[in-house]
Nanobody, 121 residues
Framework: QVQLVESGGGLVQAGGSLTLSCAAS????????MGWYRQAPGKQRELVARISSGGTTNYADSVKGRFTISGDNAKVTVYLQMNSLKLEDTAVYYC???????????????WGQGTQVTVSS
């Protein structure tokens, strides 16, 4: 059984910074990619950033230059450093990892429980 535990959300003023982390635990054979999504009230969940096991990253246009995703493959942990936060970054942030728990497992997406990020003026 794989579990993801997120931490680091909270309340921050516009222009401030926060770092989110998400650690996977359980039986893990391999990881293909790790990422962060967010969902604001009344909006669909959207991809914020993703990093592959090889280190390739991609970002939503709205966060490029402000957010940085990084990962620790050995610890199966993903981080999201968020700088210059804006009001529109307010959302629940979810980590997402594509994992295989054994060699014969084709793999699937796993999701964190979500952490609230609120940016105030």
């Amino acid at each position: 059984q794989v579990q993801l535990v997120e931490s680091g959300g909270g309340l921050v003023q516009a222009g401030g910074s926060l770092t989110l982390s998400c650690a996977a635990s359980g039986s893990i054979f391999s990881m293909s990619y790790m990422g962060w999504y967010r969902q604001a009230p009344g909006k669909q969940r959207e991809l914020v950033a993703r990093i592959s096991s090889g280190g390739t990253t991609n970002y939503a246009d709205s966060v490029k230059g402000r957010f940085t995703i990084s990962g620790d493959n050995a610890k199966v942990t993903v981080y999201l450093q968020m700088n210059s936060l804006k009001l529109e970054d307010t959302a629940v942030y979810y980590c997402n990892l594509y994992l295989r728990y054994r060699a014969t497992d084709p793999g699937r997406d796993y999701w964190g429980q979500g952490t609230q990020v609120t940016v105030s003026s």
